[in-house]
């Protein structure tokens, strides 16, 4: 699956850059939130990002009707701490209370380290779960618009 990356800059107020994956359709939208602020901003600001992505894709979908189920998958991050949201029409669910945290300290330069093993776990978690997603859209790019909302609400169901 070959991806683009597009590059938005908002307002510098709610975040630095927004990064949207994409293959013909808007799938995953990644935004970077800053640390200093409350991550509540770049959750809305995620979302609206995944409402316009979610209507953008209908647009090329060109499908009016009410069988156009679809969903996409938001990124909030600060670097340390990555929120991951799933954006249906009428509903968005995160992926956990708690953000996926990956710990950095100067300490972690030594590959001997608790710290580094610490670092390392943090991002191997954080990126099995793009991972995750990423092959998720692969897979259901093709999908029936009720294959994939069977497919959500057996996500849903598991939480």
């Keep these: 699956m070959q991806i683009s990356w597009h590059f938005f800059r908002p307002e510098e107020r709610y975040t630095n850059t927004i990064l949207v994956f994409q293959k013909a359709e808007n799938l995953i939208c990644v935004t970077e939130d800053k640390p200093q602020r409350n991550v509540v901003e770049g959750f809305a600001q995620n979302?609206?990002?995944?409402e316009s992505s979610f209507q953008?894709?209908?647009?090329?979908?060109?499908?009016?009707?009410d069988d156009d189920f679809d969903y996409?998958?938001?990124?909030?991050?600060?670097?340390?701490?990555?929120?991951f949201l799933l954006y249906t029409p009428g509903k968005i669910s995160q992926g956990?209370?708690?953000?996926?945290?990956?710990?950095?300290?100067?300490?972690?330069?030594?590959?001997?380290?608790?710290?580094?093993?610490?670092l390392r776990n943090g991002v191997k978690k954080v990126l099995g779960v793009v991972v995750g997603l990423l092959k998720d859209r692969a897979c259901a790019e093709e999908d029936s618009p009720?294959?994939?909302?069977?497919?959500?609400?057996e996500y849903r169901s598991k939480k």
Excluded: C, M
Aim: aromatic content about 8%.
């Design 56 to 65: 953008t894709n209908k647009r090329k979908r060109k499908r009016d009707d």
């Design 47 to 50: 979302i609206v990002q995944l």
């Design 146 to 153: 009720s294959k994939k909302k069977a497919r959500i609400e």
């Design 96 to 118: 956990s209370k708690l953000p996926f945290s990956i710990e950095f300290s100067e300490d972690a330069l030594n590959k001997e380290s608790v710290e580094y093993q610490t």
């Design 72 to 83: 996409l998958y938001g990124i909030v991050t600060t670097a340390r701490d990555w929120h």
